[in-house]
């Protein structure tokens, strides 16, 4: 056989079945949901070539335009929020402390629940009528009206944030800490001889040497974010007033409920972009060698 | 036996069917146009099998009745059927998954216009419809409204899931209310002595697709006027401003945080006694009856149920949780599936089902008015007429894409929260309505 003799045509041949994979679920779903975007299709009904139609509706819809407010809000805030408080974590739990490996493993939970479950739990944290917030600080005597987490627009905002952030800030820790640890020791010996401070070690040091990766989970971070759907759906449903409307709830809600496809793919799409530029800013800025060797682009 | 046609029988119905359309009405269109109205027989194919798709029950026993019945049917016509149960919500994207893709469950129990989303896909039923029509006294005006379109069934109402105002007995008379009020004004004076009293109502404002929808189609249609045809689209009229303004008061005599409710959290606060008056199912009730809960059981006697109060319309205008089974055309037992469909609306197996069911479902039919259910015990009574005082949610619009987009997309809900939160006056939200619907009634 001399066809398998040949290594590119081997090579070529071992990617195959990658490539059937990438190409079937990934490429075609992708594809399929921007054609959507373009047509007027309807569940039950094919659709047909509007062009920009759905994303003219869009702009001159005001639920649509605050849901693009929300979800840049959600993730610019959720984002800093895991990333301040991982990055802590991460530097807490690289310290011997007792019982590491179960702290470590208990710092997790919080990603491993499913969302839908740590949903449920938050609601009841945050109910108008049952909140044990609310109850605890009653019984303190700190407030003398229960707390209308979800039922004010931005005290909404912030509660859904904060559940966010609860349930992501684990991964960033984690991930964080896996890179705390390939820092040579070396590398801070040799701070400590040259009578670098604790903070000069952390600012000299431990961030420039973990950016690389700092960069990638907060990709990660800021994707998962901004494509954040159950949460939403289960505490609010995007309201009060739509105040917590996301782009990928509000998507869900004309497409399916609605029945409105091609606009619900349309509102999906414009994602992308957001998307696209969050990946770039990471891998164009984050990832440069300069930075990440503690200097300057020249 | 009623269910085993013959020959004879069948002549008979068709008969009934005739007589029934034109004496309702019902079928005008088919006799105008000279065609006998279609008579309907049991036929299943024979060694068919059926895949039916409905909403998971509210209360087990209804569940366990209609498996009951299900089982009827294979007994009696050998069909085999299988029944999956989803999620209330997720059977729309399903049925309009199986609509869109063509296969699936042969026999859907879907909600409110689903059946107008994709017409063209289903199995003409006017003949069922027309059978249970005549044998049962009629259906409601409601039902012929979701279940027909141009003159032709495609869906078998099945009935909604009723709502009334759930309300504390001694609260009401405490607040100097002998009985509960019946109009726009005295009930807002109610809400307002409650309030005084510390035993506030409270609706549902957020995104609550059974709650919310319901309580405020109905406060805006209490105020619509007939004669607004489809074609004006007037949700932004003084009308409905007056009913916004009316929103806004009764939202200053609500428990705080209504904003955020979703369908679930006026019966939890119902139950513990944070909120005096809500709309809701009879499953309050119910819940009340079977808790162990000794707190909770005491308010059994004290719950009240008592239909939505009627505004200057002069008629009532619920909106309910309302369902309907509906076939399609790729089905491969189309006759069975029909069977099944005529079948489980019986007599027989209907009432039996709805007592499971504890009158959780309001019938389509007028006949099962006559349900012992709804005088067993008189607080279920007020839930017999829900689907009676009945407004379509589209009101005097047509069904279909716009009608489904437009409540799915809660205009409604956020019109009379805005308007009552104050975060827009009345006016701006209705505008702001007018407008959100507008751009789905464009085509």
Known sequence: MRFFDNRNTLGRVFMLPAGVLLLLFLTYPLGLGTWLGFTDAKIGRAGEWVGLDNFQFLFGDSVARLSLFNTLFYTVVASIGKFALGLWLALLLNRHIPFKSFVRAVVLLPFIVPTALSAIAFWWLYDTQFSVLSWALTRMGLIDQYIDFLGDPWAARFATIAANIWRGVPFVAITLLAGLQTISPSLYEAASLDGASEWQKFWYVTLPMLTPIIAVVMTFSVLFTFTDFQLIYVLTRGGPLNATHLMATLSFQRAIPGGALGEGAALATAMVPFLLAAILFSYFGLQRRAWQQGGNDK | ?443
């Open chain 2, 1 to 443: 036996m009623r269910n085993n046609v013959n020959r004879r029988d069948f002549l008979k119905i068709s008969a009934g069917v005739a007589a029934g359309t034109a004496t309702a009405g019902m079928g005008g269109e088919a006799l105008a146009q000279g065609k006998p109205a279609a008579g309907f027989a049991y036929k299943p194919e024979k060694g068919a099998k059926l895949r039916v798709l409905r909403w998971k029950r509210f209360v087990q026993g209804d569940e366990d009745a209609f498996m009951k019945n299900v089982k009827a049917f294979s007994d009696k016509f050998g069909v085999e059927v299988r029944v999956d149960n989803e999620g209330w919500e997720d059977v729309r994207p399903k049925a309009a998954v199986a609509a869109n893709v063509g296969s699936g469950p042969d026999v859907i129990y879907g909600w409110f216009d689903d059946p107008h989303q994709y017409p063209d896909k289903l199995l003409d039923v006017s003949d069922v419809a027309g059978y249970l029509g005549a044998k049962y006294g009629g259906w409601y005006p409601v039902a012929e409204t979701y279940g027909k379109r141009d003159g032709k069934w495609i869906g078998v109402p099945l009935g909604a899931a009723g709502a009334t105002f759930v309300h504390r007995i001694s609260h009401v008379q405490a607040a100097g209310f002998k009985e509960f009020p019946k109009d726009l004004g005295g009930f807002l004076e109610l809400c307002k002595a409650m309030k005084a009293k510390n035993t506030p109502a409270g609706f549902a404002l957020g995104n609550a697709v059974g709650d919310g929808n319901s309580w405020v189609h109905w406060l805006v249609w209490s105020r619509r006027q007939d004669g607004q045809r489809e074609g004006t689209r007037v949700i932004n009229s003084p009308e409905t401003v007056k009913a916004l303004e009316y929103a806004k008061a009764l939202y200053a005599t609500f428990v705080p945080g209504t904003l955020s409710w979703l369908d679930a959290n006026n019966n939890k606060a119902f139950l513990d006694g944070q909120v005096s008056i809500t709309n809701n199912g009879i499953s309050v009730y119910y819940a009340a009856k079977t808790s162990t809960d000794a707190k909770v059981k005491a308010l059994v006697a004290d719950i009240g149920h008592a239909n939505y109060p009627i505004g200057p319309t002069g008629k009532p205008t619920e909106l309910h949780l309302f369902s309907q089974a509906f076939a399609f055309r790729y089905s491969k037992a189309p006759n069975a599936a029909k069977a099944f469909m005529a079948f489980m609306m019986e007599k027989e197996q209907y009432e039996p089902w709805q007592q499971a069911a504890i009158g959780y479902i309001t019938q389509p039919l007028k006949a099962y008015e006559s349900n012992p259910i709804w005088t067993v015990d008189p607080k279920h009574t007020p839930y017999r007429d829900c689907v009676k005082n009945m407004t379509a949610h589209s009101h005097a619009g047509k069904l279909g894409y716009a009608s489904a987009a437009a409540m799915a997309d809660f205009i409604m809900v956020n019109m009379v929260a805005e308007a009552a939160s104050g975060s827009k006056s009345p006016k701006e939200a209705a505008e702001r309505a007018q407008a959100r619907a507008q751009r789905y009634y464009k085509v």
